[in-house]
């Protein structure tokens, strides 16, 4: 899997574990809630890296 497709990955279950959150209340989704947002912050430094390795490569 790409990190382009483990980004958004993360950002569909970010999407749905804050709407169990803000909808239903739900105390553990905001957790997970945040975990995906932690693991998207850490996946876009390393796209950032790959597309400046790729851009300086041509």
């Given at each position: ?23 239903k ?34």
């Amino acid at each position: 899997m790409t990190v382009h497709e483990q980004i958004m990955e993360q950002y569909q279950t970010y999407l749905a574990e804050n709407a169990r959150f803000c909808e239903k209340g739900v105390k553990a989704s905001a957790a997970r809630a945040r975990k995906a947002l932690a693991e998207i912050a850490k996946l876009c430094k390393d796209r950032r890296k790959e597309i400046q390795e790729e851009k300086c490569s041509e």
